[in-house]
């Protein structure tokens, strides 16, 4: 099997998936390549150390404009905070590097459109990790959606829920400051919304939204609790400066009327990624929280036997489950990273490209940089409007 | 027991329910006044007095302003379509009658409130029937927030699906005519949402919305079909002057962030009044085909033991239920009016106010007049901006 | 319309709902018959006074043995505690009347017999009240079957489940003497769940039970809270002498192995009446905390597509239904009581039968009477060795 | 860290669920022992070497009873049918190996006592694979009824149904011959729901049972089809040799009532291991397809409040879950495979015993016995009776 080396940068919550998932992919699934593990770098050499030594990444760096130049790295993984996207995307494409791209995408839309087109440019491979895509129930509902069974879509609606900084003590980390983050739970979550939703809907036409910060100030992180702030007491409040929270109503360009709800402020909700689609044929619905299921109604059924089916995604036949367990035996979150890995490798191999990429990133971005303006302005924005 | 007599105006679901609620109330309450039966009032004289005849009408008549005049009738119940609301109220006022009306108030924040004034200035008991307030589940979930258990209230999710017009073939009747109805589900629907929101969450502040009408034309009704355009051919198409879909995202004015979402195009939504409210000390959810349920979070639950509990409310304790069955066994749509009645003659024997009543509706109805001028303009309306 | 003159005997809960049903059923339903709140029969003069006032039954008697007498009485409705269905069932059928009775049967399978050959004897119309058959929900299910939709069955797995007597001072009510109840949940449940299994599966064929009393011994109810034990301290304890709670495994006629599990001690459920039916070609399930919906895997659709469909049972072409409200618009316990009338009604119109009947009764005692025989010995025991 | 080598014998699905979790284990979690895959054993030589091939294991082998004496394994890992366990576990134990073996323990009680022995007088770590016991989800449910939070045990209702040989044509594999598997989905899932109950609940005291095998013929499995009949036709049928299904009324040593049900006919059901445990304090239910949750009544709570709270066993303070990912991202089927690794090698390391073992082993045969023992004479079994 023909060997393709990857260098991960970033080397937390989501190095750690994604070092899973490249270890685990050829185990379950058949494809020509095999990743070997390469180079992790992080900016704390100690801990990118014992990450590396932890998911056996060959040697470690804390120079990422190096790694990207290495001949002997095939692929760039890119699991930093979102204001280093652009930065290592770009380097990575014109090094013409496969590039393997946390979400979300990238600042704003500006930037987001000059990654797509270095990349275009560079002919490379790029995948964005949208990896809410390859969960075997929404990749199902495409099917279902392809094959007719839905009909014509009049809604979608849409939310992401979760519930981590409701404590007005949780510091201000660099999810919370826009230089970092871009943006709140508006980038973080709607943007995985707004992916799944041009995923099973199509474009979104045109946007009205309200964000909102619930918790205007925040403790500084300490010394312990991130490495922006580092030193400052924990008395000290910094300025929180992304949404806790944003809403959109939506018109996609099919004429579908939607939905997109993203809060950091849901008690209760862990991640509770939720959507619905209404169909003149059939409809669904479906929870990250039981992502193993699916529900669907369908308009064919006789009438007084309709309701929505709750299908349990785990049959051989249902998509990348063969690979997996027998029915009814779960699958979880990680799960769907080694899919995306899959499909990369697969599309490294087979020399095509993967969705959702850079383009879809630009496309996202901008969407989502619609419903800012509207918030901001207090008026409806056409997405094509944004350039 | 002291007896009081009731005119009901409009004879069919909602004369059913109405009548329905005035037979029961004393079998199951106790409250120091018995409705009387005592008039029906509807255009068709012989279909008037089947109904008449089932629900034990004493007399019929095909003339409200008559009804509204007669010493002997105490309550007007108006459950006419919305555009007739206006006269038959206000007349009731003026001739000093207790009125219990259907919802939507009217057809626009102007009549009313020009309805409201008319009861203000006659002093007299004036009840909207938002009869879903009254759902022991909502009621109870009213007195979870008073005591405190919710907290500061971040958020309100509000939805309410219905599938019964998504066949292109359903034909034009009233509730699809802006002169009949004023507008479609975001009247119909959203005004009940409203109504819940601003009980257990507070006044609205300023809307962003879109409202959607899908089929834009439909047969004429058929003689059969509806009275207002008898005598068209099946052939005939009309055009629909109504939303079919109404999606709206609101701020508070105490700062919490919500969405209103209302359809008639959710293909397996029977009746589906659903809506979440997240608070920093806890959360609730209630879905109406589930109506005996409520979900609630408690934060002061430790960490690891919370998630949302499937309450049954219907114990002797929660709110309406010791006139009922034993814990469990359940009650239904009906149960709603029976209550609102019950509520109306306790108020009219202790001569106190009942919320709804038509000073809500005319905040419901500037609420929704300002959904429908931020949709027209793609601006954000202040709620109250509208005059 | 022709007039029925009905007399209840027993004013407590079944009083209640029984009396509600009557009062109702010609405002929904459409039969021939109308029914006359004749006489209410209670031992308590005043408590019967009330009762018969709420309700409008035109007299009172304390005297069961005289009301079933008297020839301007056409259907005894029978709300007494168990131990005295025999006498005044028996009795009621000697003079002719059409009997409606509430379960369970009797004390026995013996008595049951009696009962059911005294009413054969006397050609009259008899019911017995296993009220839940008429859920729409339970009588689509049926009609599923009917339509062979459900195949072969495998199993039926039935549960009841109740918690209103957890507390160790709960008193010592005739609900757990045997002289008085018969048997504990093993009758008041079980005879439900075997009466639904039976309509539904078939009969059974042999049973083994284990029943369990759990608190032995319990206060005897004061002057106050029961008319048995009057004058008694509170400090006083009785045995208990029925089951806490029954537990059977059965296997039915058609070769289905099925079981049965009753409870009186499951904290958390209110009225947890739910079964499951697994088919070749499709399975059922129920619970009666959500009696509006029901549960259906069709095994014909697509093997990917299939899971369990959540049928809400309120279309108008649902059984019963098209008498109620919209879709949607749930319907709650008391329904089944006005269906129960109107079946009963019609029967008696078009001079048939109706089930469930003291037959059924019958049947059913001999199958939990087989359960308690089985638990006594430590041996299964054929239903049909039970004389 | 310390190395320890690993023998595998059996390279099917447990095979494969096994060696994920040796491979996965230091990755998530922190133990001072790394299982080294040193030797893959299965009959079948080109696949096991393409087993290995995948997994990583060095070797291959053919001849388990070589494997279990080489000095260089520490560990053997049992994952054979059943009918092969006695004499490997014993083999395994007298050459003083460590074992990890898969469930269910053997074909009968007398076969699991020998192998107890064997093993405690061999003084080597044991473990038996009742893998469910470590979901983060009963883990937690376990520490709840230790924390005194369920109170007195009333009930305990478990059930575990699965519907693959619902088709008459799936044909007669090892699992259907008492001679290879001894029981059907009695050994195969009531095992697993005994081990749960004597882990949650306690020793069972005695055991009612019906099995029942619904299609007692099958088809012949063809050379593809299975390792047993190689060379038969498709034509023949064979006799199926173990229930199909089997139902069990018992009660606990503590007093508690409880139920097993188990099926291979109940369609629809893929995975659906399930139980309900009901106490005075509190009340718990469990539903594998959904196993990141769990429900939970507390009876402390106030009483309009209480209601069966959902909790997302997902917090870093779970068990288990802090190697994991954050609140709400889900884990699967897979994980309770590693978290038994993880506990077997900290046991290995601290030289402590783990649970479940082989002693528990016997003990639930001892009850599936029972079970088996009471279908056959139509008596209630005593569990201390089976020797």
Known sequence: ???????????????????NAWSRVNKFFDVG????????CGRDPEGTKDFANTWGWEETSTDWEKVVTRDDVDIIDICTPTYLHKDIFIAAAEHGKQIFCEKPAALNYAEAKEMYEAA???????????????????????????????????????????????????????????????AGPHYDLNSHSVDIARYLVGEVYKVSAMLKTIFKQRPLPGADAGTFKAGTSAADKGEVTVDD?????????????????????????????????????????????????????????????????????????????????????????????????????????????ISPNMYDGMKIMQVLEAGIKSSETGKQVKVSDIQ
């Open 33 to 40: 390549l095999e990743p070997v593990l390469k180079v992790a």
């Open 245 to 353: 929270a944003a809403f959109m109503v939506v018109e996609f360009e099919n004429g579908a009327l939607g939905s997109f709800e993203a809060s950091r402020f849901a008690n209760g909700r862990k991640n509770f990624n939720y959507f619905e689609i209404y169909g003149s044929k059939g409809s669904l619905a479906f929870d990250l929280e039981r992502m193993n299921e699916l529900q669907y109604l369908n308009l064919e059924d006789p009438t007084d036997e309709q309701g929505f089916r709750t299908i349990m995604v785990t049959n051989a036949t249902h998509p990348y489950i063969s690979a997996w367990w027998p029915p009814g035996h779960i699958i979880g979150y990680e799960h769907e990273f080694v899919h995306a890995v899959y499909d990369f490798l697969k599309a490294m191999e087979n020399q095509t490209s």
């Open 1 to 19: 099997m023909k060997k393709v080396n990857v260098a991960i940068i970033g080397t937390k919550f989501m190095g750690k998936a994604h070092s």
């Open 120 to 182: 275009d440019k560079a002919g490379v491979l790029h995948y964005l990790n949208h990896n809410y895509r390859r969960t075997p129930a929404i990749s199902y509902a495409k099917q279902l959606i392809e094959e007719g069974k839905i009909g014509q879509i009049f809604h979608w609606r849409g939310t992401y829920l979760q519930d981590w900084i409701t404590d007005p003590n949780f510091p201000l980390t660099w999810h919370l400051q826009r230089k970092f983050a871009g």
